[in-house]
């Protein structure tokens, strides 16, 4: 499995930003997809996931109500929508897919259940 993502850049606090991973290697509607993000000596930090069908989202309580996780199960991609941006969010931000046959969640949180990774994208956001 292979995962790209797109979309980082060096944007203004209250900008909008929306990040793309592009999924290839397997059958992407097996998988359910998740947002993280990193900064320098921080613990990886769940932002949103989306089960395998999209029936189901998660998101954390920092960005809830402003991202919005989706995904295209035809084109293979899945997406996070932010908008509003604070300088808090400034995070280099990696997509992760977990296979859903190995589990009964629909949406995992923990960094560690996932099985492939993207190489990130950074966002920065000024104030």
């Known amino acids: 499995v292979q995962l790209q993502a797109s979309g980082g850049g060096l944007v203004q606090a209250g900008d909008s930003l929306r990040l793309s991973c592009e999924f290839s290697?397997?059958?992407?509607?097996?998988?359910?997809m998740g947002w993280f993000r990193q900064t320098p000596g921080k613990a990886r930090e769940f932002v949103a996931g989306i089960s395998w069908n999209g029936g189901s989202t998660m998101y954390s309580d920092s960005v809830k109500d402003r991202f919005t996780i989706s995904r295209d199960n035809a084109g293979n991609t899945v997406y996070l929508q932010m908008n509003s941006l604070k300088p808090e969010d400034t995070a280099v931000y990696y997509c992760?897919?977990?296979?859903?046959?190995?589990?009964?969640?629909?949406?995992?949180?923990?960094?560690?259940?996932?099985?492939?990774w993207g190489q990130g994208t950074l966002v920065t956001v000024s104030s």
């Open positions: 992760a897919a977990d296979w859903a046959g190995d589990t009964t969640v629909a949406v995992n949180t923990d960094s560690y259940k996932y099985d492939y």
């Open positions: 290697g397997r059958t992407f509607s097996m998988y359910a």
